[in-house]
């Protein structure tokens, strides 16, 4: 079954290229801009087969893991691209994408939905498809891991899912989200395997009731660090290979150079530049191999990683900067070979996008909190510039002691209309952590991944749980727990709208619907972390996040220093815009009663024009630094942040929020009624913390004002979208000047402020004639995405975002 | 005592140095073909009927042009910005209107302003007693200073005043040494040619003083929709706007002449 004619739309050869990059790299580029996204059955017939020839019979759960992953590694085909200097690819081939069975089995209509649909789309082949029918599908189907966590949900659970009023993130998905720190950049698989030494060692059965599964554990990751040393090995005699059969000198001594440094890492830690990046490079095949985790893994503070290496190799002239340059190039390549493995019905919706949210971070600060910007970090902002591509995000960290010139660098990258990279308050960032009761050295090591999430880089466990969708509990609320589309009472009995004699005894009830819907939800991610933890334990990935080994327990299993589980509230201002109108014109004015204004909302407003005139022009509105449309802000943030702080989860995770929507804003509108702020029948609610779109008119400066109004240092991540007219960035006066914006926010504590600069004609022409944008990107919500890979709806609304031009 | 103010515009950042918030002051005793602010010329409230549709249906509503606003009101919606003001350098910018017919109150708000700290400019067509200057220059730290048309006659029949009051004060300005930028609106058909030019070059060149840069503003006709609503002619209507890259050959002889020159402000 072939794909709809799409297949070249991921072409960006619309935008000049510098004349920087080399010929090898400009090949590289284009071949995975090129590159057609597949699903790939490889991996998932290794496991199936894995798994069905017993090949681990008897072993504990970890042990068999381990075994699985080191059964495809040394199966799985080898791929070294021509000309590439960094190698390992997760398929058979650039955008090859291979699947995870044993966590979603997908079905033969889920393979026709990836390969027809226009969005994200995934081609799947005749054998692909034979495969799933004759294998994957009859092994797996009743035995993945999705289906476990389908029959252990609770009716509740399950009616507010289907209802919309949160996803569930481990539906299709495991567990990461973390971040590599200094140790996996500093440490080789064999001093590793020596740290797993010693903590066996350490292990005292007389007194320690777990002690058999740490060694059981321990033993998991001995076998997962062998795997990944033998699958560089691979590459090494793979490398020799081609290079005997190399005609140019040139390519032949690369080859022969590439071989020794598989050799080298991840065995051994890395001693140069190149070795580095290709020991990075296979620790991160390794995780996004094992599973199909959640923003697959991350570098994190790549400039603060490199610079040591760079800096004595430029020293003793065995490196020079254009050589630099190119590793690095043909190392960003290798992320955008790889996007996120394909998602299927509400987790596609929550996160429609190829990007897979590795977000690598520039700047911030050092250890012992001196300003961390340095040579590095602006060579790494010049790649960037120049790579252009949709794989890895990146973003920069800045602290009051970072300099004018970095932040001018980073806004001047933004100006070219790609969305990255995005710009996070490092002083708020550590202050969160701390907060949080992080050590002060590890949360300047710290830093933000996938959206906007705070963690400590190699040293926490921080996941996502799911969205959670505040406006769609006031819609319930409006209607005594009942929701008026699945026809379901889902919610608390809390009365019919007229029976509220006030606002604040509405509040009470609103309030009591999200606490009742915060426990349905973090109850339903008690059991699913526990399915986890005995099902699907990542013992590699459990190598590089500390304090795993010295405490023989696993990633997923709260083996890291510290463990966080967040639940991402979306809409906070289509509710507080709701709230306010709900106040103004029912409570305070008495214009309406309370149930003809939800009759209204019910008809979409048909008949009803003279409140939605007066809801969208005569009602205060968030994001014009109006305290009056600004007051129910801190109610709503305090109504969720109670609810969800305080709770702990199987592994010892404290429970927390943060506010941030990928594309789930749209799926979460697309559930919903009008809503009281005006918002018509199925439209997107506001996205992370930005107003309302088009709520805000007073400019960004009132916007920034509005969003400081939110507690940000009790959360784990905001995300505020601002658009400006390319027209703003027109010289180097109005580039200082949104430096000196975005740090007047941040001294606000703002958490995290990203533009997208394209005017909104761009746009509405791209909409009409996809062909001519093919390569423009534009920021969506904590990541950026091809315009013509987002949905309509999702393309209107990043037109309609209040432009703020420079006038 | 009060002022009627017709708006105030935040994240102002053509206005003087950093982000400003820039406060407009009705009234306006100059009356210039070319005005991009109409609603700024009469000192009294007005009102306009503006149209909102929504799902089909058209609602009026009157809009009130002028708010009579006490120095505390406006120094408080002023100081909501001080934080983007502080981090940048910016400050506040009484503009118009002519923000010197209303001198008492001006001043008032200026040594408010100078009393939080602020840094003030005064966006002036420079058209009042010379006293009025004096008594608001020791709290105005920068004036952007209007220079339209050298020629009074034309001046006077393009703006409906005579230039030498204005000429007066920016002369008095010049040889105080206080710190300005000179804005000089670019329109064609009347003062888009070598002649005015050449003869600002030469005033300047024979009044030397404190000038900051010159900032030429080219004539753009997104007014024109206003004047309909204002019910005012606009007898430069068919004009078009003009491009920055129009301006260049004037900027080369400002330059050349020693002063930093912007196209657009």
Redesign the interface.
């Known amino acids: 079954m072939s794909g709809p004619d799409l297949k070249q739309k991921s072409v960006g050869n619309n935008y000049p290229i510098s004349l920087m990059m080399t010929e090898r790299i400009k090949q590289l580029r284009r071949e995975s801009l090129e590159a057609v996204n597949s699903i790939n059955a490889e991996r998932a017939l290794l496991i199936t087969e894995f798994y069905s020839k017993h090949l681990a019979f008897g072993d504990s759960v970890p042990v068999q893991r381990a075994k699985s992953l080191q059964y495809i590694l040394r199966n799985k085909s080898i791929c070294i691209n021509d000309k590439e200097l960094i190698v390992g690819e997760r398929g058979p081939a650039p955008k090859a994408t291979p699947t995870y069975p044993e966590i979603n089995v997908h079905s033969l209509q889920d393979l026709d939905i990836l390969d027809t649909r226009e969005k994200v789309w995934f081609s799947v082949d005749k054998e692909t498809r034979k495969a799933y029918e004759e294998l994957i599908i009859p092994f797996w189907k009743g035995r993945c891991n999705r289906d476990r966590v389908m029959e252990s949900m609770s009716p509740e659970w399950l009616n507010a899912y289907q209802a919309g009023i949160f996803t569930e993130f481990m539906e299709q998905r495991a567990p990461g989200h973390t971040v590599a720190g200094y140790k996996l950049f500093q440490k080789g698989m064999l001093d590793i395997l020596q740290d797993i030494k010693q903590s066996r060692s350490n292990i005292d059965p007389l007194n320690d009731p777990a002690a058999y599964d740490k060694l059981e554990e321990l033993k998991a990751m001995e076998i997962a660090a062998h795997a990944i040393m033998d699958y560089a090995e691979r590459h090494a005699l793979k490398l020799e290979e081609l290079a005997a059969l190399e005609k140019d000198d040139q390519r032949r001594r690369e080859l022969q150079q590439m071989a020794k440094i598989c050799r080298r890492v991840p065995a051994h830690a890395p001693s140069n530049f190149h070795e580095v990046l290709q020991h990075y490079w296979f620790i991160h095949l390794g995780v996004i191999t094992e599973l199909n985790p959640w923003d697959s893994f991350n570098p994190g503070r790549l400039d603060q990683h490199l610079y040591p290496f760079y800096q004595a190799e430029t020293a003793d002239g065995s490196l020079n900067k254009e050589q630099a340059v190119e590793i690095l190039q043909s190392f960003w390549i290798k992320f955008n070979n790889h996007p996120a493995p394909p998602k299927v019905g509400i987790t596609a919706q929550e996160s429609n996008t190829y990007t897979d949210f590795s977000l690598i971070n520039h700047g911030g600060l050092t250890p012992d909190g001196k300003d961390a910007v340095n040579e590095m970090t602006f060579i790494l902002l010049d790649v960037i510039e120049e790579m252009r591509l949709l794989q890895p995000s990146s973003m920069v960290q800045l602290s009051e002691k970072n300099p004018d010139a970095f932040i001018e660098r980073a806004v001047r990258i933004t100006k070219t209309g790609f969305g990255q990279p995005s710009i996070f308050n490092t002083d708020a960032i550590i202050q969160e952590l701390l907060n949080q009761g992080k050590s002060l050295e590890d949360a300047r090591n710290g830093g933000c991944s996938g959206c906007v999430e705070v963690g400590a880089f190699g040293t926490e466990s921080y996941i996502l749980t799911g969205y959670f969708n505040l406006p769609k509990i006031l819609e319930v609320t409006l209607h005594d727990g009942f929701d008026p589309r699945t026809g379901k009472q889902i919610g608390l009995h809390t009365g019919k709208a007229d029976s509220f004699s006030s606002f604040d005894s509405f509040l009470v009830a609103f309030k009591a619907q999200v606490e009742h819907f915060v426990r349905i939800k973090l109850a339903g991610s008690n059991l699913i972390e526990k399915i986890f933890m005995n099902h699907v334990p990542t013992p590699f990935l459990s190598l590089f996040i500390d304090d795993c080994v010295a405490k023989g327990m696993d990633y997923v299993g709260g083996g890291t220093r510290y463990n966080t589980n967040y639940l991402q509230g979306v809409g906070l201002g289509t509710i507080t815009d709701s709230l306010t109108a709900i106040s103004l014109h029912i409570f305070e004015n008495k214009s309406i009663s309370f149930s003809e204004f939800v009759k209204a909302l019910e008809n979409n407003?048909s008949g009803a024009?003279?409140l939605?005139?007066r809801l969208?022009?005569k009602t205060p509105k968030y994001g014009n630094?109006d305290d009056l449309a600004d007051a129910h802000l801190a109610e709503v943030f305090d109504i969720y942040y109670r609810a969800v702080n305080g709770h702990v989860s199987p592994r010892g995770a404290q429970y927390r929020i943060n506010l941030l929507p990928t594309t789930c804003h749209v799926y979460f509108g697309s559930v919903m009624h009008a809503s009281p702020d005006g918002r018509k029948s199925g439209l997107p609610v506001s996205e992370g913390i930005s107003p309302v779109q088009g709520a805000d008119r007073?400019?960004?400066?009132?916007v920034l004002?509005s969003a400081a109004k939110i507690d940000h240092l009790h959360t784990g991540g905001t995300l505020l979208n601002q658009k400006f007219s390319p027209a703003f960035f027109?010289n180097d006066d109005?580039i200082?000047?949104l430096g000196?914006?975005i740090?007047?926010y941040f001294?606000?504590n703002g958490h995290h402020i990203q533009f997208n600069v394209v005017d909104a004609e761009t746009l509405r022409d791209a909409q009409k004639h996809p062909e001519r944008h093919q390569g423009l990107i534009v920021r969506v919500a904590g990541y950026s995405d091809y315009f013509n890979d987002l949905g309509t709806d999702l393309q209107n609304e990043i037109i309609l975002r209040t432009e703020?031009e420079?006038? | 005592m009060q002022a009627l103010v017709f708006d105030i515009k935040r994240f102002a950042v053509h206005d003087g140095p950093g982000i400003r918030t820039t406060v407009f002051l009705k009234g306006c005793p100059l009356n210039c073909a070319w005005c991009h602010n109409p609603e700024g010329i009469s000192p009294n409230v007005q009102t306009v009927i503006k149209t909102i549709r929504v799902d089909g249906k058209e609602f009026k509503e009157e809009e009130i042009i002028g708010n009579r606003l006490s120095v505390e009101q406006v120094l408080s919606e002023v100081l909501k910005e001080k934080v983007f003001m502080d981090s940048s350098e910016g400050g506040v910018t009484f503009s118009g209107g002519e923000p010197l017919m209303q001198p008492a109150f001006l001043k008032a708000l200026l040594v408010a302003c100078k009393k939080e700290g602020l840094h003030t400019a005064v966006d002036t067509s420079g058209y009042a007693k010379l006293s009025v200057v004096q008594d608001i220059a020791p709290y105005t730290d920068l004036f952007l200073y209007d220079l339209k048309l050298m020629d009074d006659q034309a001046h006077q029949f393009f703006t409906a005043v005579s230039n030498k009051l204005i000429l007066d004060n920016l002369i008095y300005l010049l040889e105080n040494r206080h710190p300005l930028r000179i804005r000089i609106p670019v329109i064609p058909e009347v003062n888009f040619n070598q002649e005015n030019t050449t003869e600002c070059l030469q005033f300047l060149a024979a009044h030397p003083g404190n000038i900051q840069g010159v900032d030429l503003l080219p004539y753009h006709n997104m007014a024109n929709q206003k004047y309909l609503r204002f019910k005012k002619e606009n007898s430069l209507s068919s004009l078009q706007s003009l491009p920055n890259s129009s301006l260049t050959k004037i900027r080369e002889q400002f330059e050349r002449a020693g002063f930093e020159t912007k196209i657009g402000g």
């Open positions: 407003f024009e003279d939605r005139y969208l022009y630094d007073q400019g960004p400066t009132s004002k027109e109005a200082r000047k000196q914006l740090r007047a001294k606000m703020h420079s006038i």
